[in-house]
């Protein structure tokens, strides 16, 4: 009976999913954002959190912890050095996991995985959201306003091209 068994193998041995797991890890924490499928994706997210938590604590110890985990130095240094610093304050969540569609040949579920504090498009659309308004007044009230705003915008043009001109 397999009770409370909802570890996902990924249809591999464990040594080759602790090492694929490892290598996916590692080109997360080096390049922020990678593309696979949405299985290895949960499995990477339950895998990478933990280390990123025990980054946070820049010991000696956390730093042979996660070395044991992902075996490449650099990807260590970088994520004590620069995503450690980026999600001190974060309490978890480090990871987004976002679906793109299927793939061609096999149909399977892609997606890519990202560090969320890297993502600079996701904070320029929260920040596009609160800028723009929608309009729920009547026809009437807009045309005005957006005519008071050709008007002021044309001298300011025309008195432009004439300094430009006269200089």
Do not use: W
Request: hydrophobic share 35%.
């Amino acid at each position: 009976m397999r009770h409370n068994k909802k570890f996902n193998h990924l249809g591999r041995t464990a040594s080759h999913r602790g090492a694929m797991l490892a290598n996916m890890a590692i080109s997360l924490i080096k390049h922020k954002r990678i593309t696979t499928t949405v299985a290895k994706a949960k499995a990477l997210k339950k895998y990478v959190e933990p280390l990123i938590t025990k980054s946070k604590n820049d010991t000696t110890n956390s730093r042979r912890v996660v070395f044991s985990y992902l075996q490449d130095k650099y990807a260590v240094t970088e994520l004590f050095k620069e995503i450690s610093v980026k999600i001190a304050d974060r309490p978890g969540g480090y990871t987004r996991i976002i679906k793109t569609g299927k793939r061609l040949g096999d149909n399977a579920e892609m997606c890519f995985i990202e560090l969320v504090d890297y993502n600079e498009n996701m904070a320029k659309d929260k920040v596009a959201k609160k800028v723009t308004r929608t309009r729920r007044s009547s026809k009437k009230s807009a045309a005005p306003a957006t005519s008071e705003e050709t008007v002021a915008e044309t001298p300011a043009t025309e008195t432009s091209a004439e300094e430009t001109k006269a200089e």
